[in-house]
């Protein structure tokens, strides 16, 4: 299975899809929710192949430059967050164990890390 590339322009009436890889793959949608569809039926109809051989359709959404900097620039931010949860996360669970090794009780360990002590029973389960 092939997977494939389509590019999302706006126009007035919704989005108009092309396809990198067949470029003769055109398609209009109202909605982006309905592009993987339209664009998997013109690639078909196009390279005269079967729907169920294409494989993934990759949908890339053109935005004017300050949107699309916006959008990467959130996608950076929660690319972060989600690095800086695992790193908490971790040192959660590195700060629960060293208080448990103490024989603090899962009551107080909970009140230390402002989490309740079944918070503290189910990352201990987890070390």
């Known amino acids: 299975m092939t997977d494939y590339t ?15 890889e067949v470029p003769g793959a055109i398609s209009e949608v109202r909605r982006l929710d309905q592009a993987d ?8 109809f196009v390279a005269d192949v079967e729907e169920s051989s294409l494989g993934e359709i990759h949908l890339v959404v053109e935005l004017e430059p300050r949107l699309s900097h916006q959008r990467d620039e959130l996608s950076a931010i929660a690319a972060e967050a989600s690095r800086l949860r695992s790193v908490e996360s971790a040192m959660r669970a590195e700060l629960v164990r060293d ?20 918070r503290v029973a189910q990352i201990a389960k987890g070390l």
């Open 6 to 20: 389509s590019v999302a322009t706006r126009i007035a009436s919704g989005w108009r899809l092309q396809c990198r």
């Open 37 to 44: 569809e339209a664009q998997r039926e013109a690639i078909a």
């Open 99 to 118: 208080l448990l090794d103490r024989e603090l009780p899962m009551r107080d360990v909970g009140r230390i890390l402002g989490i309740s002590h079944q």
